[in-house]
């Protein structure tokens, strides 16, 4: 869906910084970078780093930190390393320096998802528990997306989604919608077209592809140039409960009573998310933190759905199911996100 963008609220916006360390080696095509850039961990604390390539780690001194296969630094006893990542295939080195101390520093062990490293290895050292996915299945009716992946902690939602580009034909604007019940409530939220859960409380709308006819009248020769950035129009549910239609805002703030459309965050306007294609895949980070301030979200878990709309029409859905006679459609729940804290 295309909404009108109304701006209901102004929402403060927190800026998060990340420096990489410099290499000591480059690769030809590509430099070698760890985040964080330097990192502090007490005694018995762990604290990720993430490469933005297929690496090995070592650790200068393993007495005081030591570090796994994948980038997994433990504090051993207070003093500083320096922690090394060599690539796989090359030459490439670069370091970053671990600081142990006994107390007093809050551990950094909750790792984070890096959209900016145009790497998706940084997924495979996550924590598997707090990892949800769905897939496509053959016999599903909307084939538009093949898979998603969600990762949440307090600060952020990741998602990693493949869209199935032999389903997207027209990629002047392609939405990309975000659906989340963020209380896990049924007394809250709704348009159940899509999920058999129908209380979805906060909506997500960017396009994931857009080109400009007039500048490339031949459309991208891959669906790559016409990537768009992920940084959502974010809006809240104010029809009936477990209704659908298009009531995602206030009417009372409207600047029609009879147009229940408008976006409490416009699509642009504050940095909601932020996204990286990376080897047909999009990754997407949308700040949790700033969502919460549209609906309240649960500490513990949420609840999330997704699809891609083309011509009015959604050709991919995820979660979903085989389309059969006893479910149209193949209309599941949707994926139940338990937050890393």
């Known amino acids: 869906m295309k909404a009108n963008k109304i701006i209901a609220a102004a929402l403060a916006v927190l800026t998060l910084g990340f420096v990489a360390c410099n290499p000591n080696g480059n690769d030809p095509d590509q430099k070698l970078t760890i985040t964080p850039a330097q990192a502090e961990v007490a005694v018995g604390a762990t604290v990720q780093l993430s490469a933005n390539m297929d690496v090995t780690w070592s650790s200068s001194d393993a007495n005081i930190a030591a570090v796994n296969d994948k980038g997994l630094v433990t504090g051993n006893a207070k003093g500083e390393v320096t922690i090394t990542a060599k690539a796989v295939k090359s030459n490439a080195t670069a370091t970053c320096k671990v600081t142990v101390k006994e107390g007093g520093v809050t551990p950094s062990s909750v790792p984070e998802v890096n959209v900016a490293d145009k790497s998706l290895a940084d997924w495979d050292a996550l924590p598997a528990e707090y990892v949800v996915s769905a897939v496509c299945p053959d016999g599903a009716s909307m084939l538009g997306l093949k898979s998603v992946k969600v990762y949440a902690t307090e600060m952020y939602i990741s998602i990693l989604a493949e869209p199935n580009f032999d389903d997207i034909t027209d990629f002047e604007w392609v939405p990309f919608h975000v659906y989340i ?161």
């Not at 996204?275 to 979200?297: C, H, P, Y």
């Not at 649960?298 to 389309?323: A, C, K, M, T």
């Open 181 to 341: 019940d963020s209380d896990n409530s049924d007394q809250t939220g709704g348009y159940g077209d899509e999920f058999t859960d129908a209380n979805a409380d906060i909506l997500c709308e960017s396009g994931i592809f857009a080109w400009d006819y007039e500048a490339n009248p031949n459309g991208p020769a891959t669906p790559a140039e016409a990537a768009n950035a992920y940084n959502p129009a974010v809006f809240k549910w104010w029809g009936e409960v477990g209704g659908s239609g298009w009531n995602w805002t206030d009417p009372a703030v409207s600047h029609d009573a009879s147009d229940f459309w408008g976006a409490i965050i416009g699509e642009g306007q504050l940095p909601v998310g932020n996204s990286q294609f990376v080897d047909g895949k999009v990754e997407i980070q949308l700040l949790r933190e700033l969502l919460g301030t549209v609906f309240a979200m649960n500490d513990s878990e949420f609840g999330i759905g997704f699809d891609i709309q083309q011509n009015w029409n959604s050709v991919g859905i995820l979660p979903i199911g085989e389309d059969t006679d006893a479910n149209p459609g193949g209309h599941v729940a949707k994926l139940k996100v338990k937050i890393n804290k």
